[in-house]
């Protein structure tokens, strides 16, 4: 136990965790999709179109309601009564079911365009051009002399760490440190939905914490206090590094799954803008997307009271074939489609996106320029308990190391 911990605090958290895992594993083996999807799957896209059969939206005997359908997807989104916390304005109260507590992913989208001035800078389109440089730095660099065979490991999350930590300004002396601290913070939008484990959640407080103080910030102080810099700085790290670790390693996982996608990108190493699109409509890193009605609100014919929870699934909009002809296949020669649903709303609309999509594109792009010959050497694992976040925790490749 972290010395200073609360062992009774501990005690009733570890009980009401477990207690909300069992609920769900129950739930889903009496074949509730969303409570399967709560509890992984290396593969959650069938889950998904069941999801969908349900009809525009159901009521999940987790007591969520869940959607699958783009177009009642598009319209919460774009809904000011739907949001991140209760009616009153406090953070949605730490229940098993629907939801398990409230992460600083949490702000409200009028919270983030408070700050707007402080991320705004960062993430314009001069600063990412610029930054693009930085990027392709920290790609070669890791590809110099790397000896591994675990793209994530090896290469996806080094370069999204390095080089977010480069933007926002991580001091010289802490890369380390940093890297830490995004890693064990990477599972706190899960731990909003699926009930994690005692050890993980309290190992996600310790990195948020963690960055906190390599940001100048003392835990717990408010932003007012301390200059809303470190907010913003916090949530990126928090926000932009595993969804660029995860966005590279979907991509690559996809790309090299069939004889040609990983030559065609090699081919032409500009497709990779392409290749990060197509990866955002295909197996997205952000999965879903969590909303709690502020005001009462009719959505696809059905009257929900104020309080209500919504989860989109964001991910499914993707494969809806209505949206995307062939959406299960994986191509890079996609055109006047719809814009996928991923990075659609909240934080991740605003500052994340973006830059996101930058760091990854630099990085496949190096990556095929660099080791043509990269090939699969076995099956990625996945993290169980990971409804909203998705990507490989290993993916095991030949030819990362080659020169």
Sequence with gaps: MPEGANPVADYELGLRL?????????????GDPYALVLRGADDPYPLYAAIRERGPIYHSTTGSRVTADPEVIAEALADPRWRMSNPDGSPVAEQPLPFYGYGTLGAEADEHMRLRAHWQPL???????AHRKTVERECLARLDGVAGGDLMADYAWPVATAATGALLGVPAAAPSRYAECCAGAAALPDSLLAAQPLSLVRQIEDAVAGLDGLFGGTPGTPDETEGPERAVRVLLS????????????NAVHALLAEPGRWAALCGDPDLASAAVAETLRYDPPVQVEIRVAAAPVELAGTDLAPGSHLVMITAA??????????????????????????FAGGLHHLPVAPLVRAQAEVALRILAEARPNLRPSGAPVYRRRAPVVRGPVELPVLGLGET
């Design 317 to 342: 909009a993707g494969r809806d074939e209505a949206r995307h002809p062939e959406p299960d296949r994986f191509r890079l020669d996609r055109q006047a489609e719809p814009e996928p649903l991923a």
């Design 123 to 129: 993430v314009d389109p001069e600063a990412l051009d």
């Design 18 to 30: 477990l207690n909300a895992r069992a609920t769900q594993r129950v739930l889903g083996s009496m």
């Design 238 to 249: 928090t926000a932009a590094v595993p969804a660029t670790a995860h966005l590279v390693g």
